[in-house]
């Protein structure tokens, strides 16, 4: 900042010139963008407010940095049903499909594409922009007073001071409120120790629910959901989407992913209606373990049910009343087949038919080889299988054995499309093919292997 505030007028002017020509053509509202990294400095340094209009560029040229968000891989999609199908031909579909994106540092995101499958099952995608959209991250939601404290106090918060924090809140309230209560606990006579233990999770707790908002008159494509707070500031890995149908016949999609902190992973749940507004929640509960959590895509007895992998090792199946608490896990499911010995795990949410609910899940064997699988559960009871295969559906062929993580095929997400399975799937945690399987001929073989 010093060095800046030390140029001339004419070399800020000569700079400014620079950095637009290089700058200006690679990035929407590139102004705009400069503009509002120069803000997230100022809101530390607010002296800084008095520079120039030119100079205020300057600092938010010096303060922004381009990141090539799939540099590393696209890999582990999902797909599911676009919600607008307007104008779309009889026999035909529109998708939207979602990507894990990893870039420099190892830092995942995740990524978007569309398009349409046709009659005959062939996919067409949608023109991929080359921009990125940058959204408005807005921190102060409602919190839910007793959501909130459930999760304090399943961290560890003191009950005395959780009581002192909370007390005076609504049953909802936002992050300003919070911040009232906190500056009222930090006077109390609390140890100091235990007030800021308390303060940090309950600061931890808010920053962790956000919503991202997009620009509804740019690409599906250009739509990134990128790192935010300090649980996913290592990446936002392996998106489940799922279409999920209310009992009232209102339709959201739910995604749920692991937020990875560098240190520890948090399963997180994402929620839109559009895919231009996205509202991140944490997941609550003595089940929310591990990674790869799919939640099927309807209640089951008026209850959500969902996928999960508690151990690392096991599939297990979970119910709750509430979309946001997971406090009891069953298993359903143990490594059988040489092929899963090292662990097992759900390939995204279950699929309705009607001979029962169609799951693929991953085995990992020797030399770390991964390849997906399926099973067919009870269409009432999902914690009962029918039958499985006792042969992998997608293994890694030769073309698709070398990448960044060598000898893995993997989806986070598949969809039924008339009578055809399309499973779009990851090779070597790298890049991504698209197969095809008859599900008729799929169900035939499951039954047939009870």
């Known amino acids: 900042m010093e060095r800046i505030t030390k140029l001339s007028d004419d070399d800020v002017q000569r700079l400014l ?3 637009f020509q290089d700058f200006s053509e690679r990035h929407r509202y590139f102004r705009e963008n400069l503009e509002r990294n120069f803000e997230r400095v100022a809101a530390r340094s607010p002296n800084i407010r008095s520079l120039s209009p030119q100079r205020q560029l300057l600092v938010g040229a010096y ?3 381009e990141f090539s968000v799939e540099s590393v891989a696209l890999f582990n999609p999902s797909i599911v049903l676009h919600p607008d199908q307007k104008g779309v031909s009889k026999g035909s579909k529109r998708f939207v499909m979602s990507f894990r994106a990893t870039g420099e540092g190892h830092v995942s995101s995740i990524e978007f594409r569309s398009g349409i499958i046709d009659e005959n099952h062939d996919l067409y995608f949608d023109h991929v922009s080359h921009y990125v959209d940058t959204p408005e991250i807005h921190t102060d939601p409602l919190y839910n007073r007793l959501h909130f404290q459930q999760k304090l106090e399943e961290i560890g918060a003191h009950a005395r001071l959780l009581d002192r924090l909370l007390e005076g809140l609504g049953q909802e309230f936002n992050l ?22 308390a303060i940090d999770a309950a600061l931890w707790l808010a920053r962790s629910n956000y919503e991202c908002v997009f620009r509804h008159d740019h690409h599906i494509s250009e739509r990134v959901i990128f790192p935010v707070t300090e649980n996913e500031i290592r990446g936002m890995e392996d998106a489940r989407f799922v279409r999920f149908v209310d009992e009232d016949g209102a339709v959201k999609y739910y995604a749920t992913f692991t937020a990875y902190s560098g240190f520890a992973i948090l399963p997180q749940l994402l929620v839109t209606t559009d ?3 996205f509202k991140i929640h944490t997941l609550n509960g003595n089940a ?3 990674k790869g ?3 099927f895509p309807r209640k089951i007895d008026g209850q959500y049910v969902m996928l999960s992998r508690q151990d690392g090792v096991n599939n297990y199946i979970m119910r709750s009343d509430n979309v946001f608490f997971w406090n009891e896990a069953t298993l359903i499911q143990e490594p059988a087949h040489p092929l899963q010995f090292v662990q097992i795990g759900n390939c995204g949410s279950p699929l309705e038919t009607p001979e029962g609910w169609l799951a693929l899940f991953h085995g990992v064997g020797p030399m770390r080889k991964d390849s997906v699988w399926a099973a067919l559960l009870d269409i009432d009871d999902p914690s009962k299988i029918i039958g499985q295969l006792e042969e992998p559906l997608l293994t890694p062929d030769e073309d698709e ?4 993580v060598p000898n893995v095929v993997y989806t986070c997400g598949s969809m039924i499309h008339e009578d055809e399975l399309i499973i779009p799937y990851a090779i070597a945690d ?3 093919r698209i197969a095809t399987v008859p599900i008729r001929e799929l169900l035939s073989r499951l039954k047939a292997n009870q």
């Open 17 to 19: 010139e620079t950095i």
């Open 63 to 65: 303060h922004t940095s």
């Open 176 to 197: 300003g409120e919070l911040q009232t209560q906190i500056k009222h606990l930090r006077s109390s006579k609390f140890r100091i120790k235990d007030k800021s233990n």
């Open 275 to 277: 895919f231009l507004s």
């Open 288 to 290: 929310v373990q591990n």
């Open 293 to 295: 959590m799919a939640l």
């Open 401 to 404: 054995r070398d990448g960044y």
């Open 430 to 432: 790298q890049r991504c």
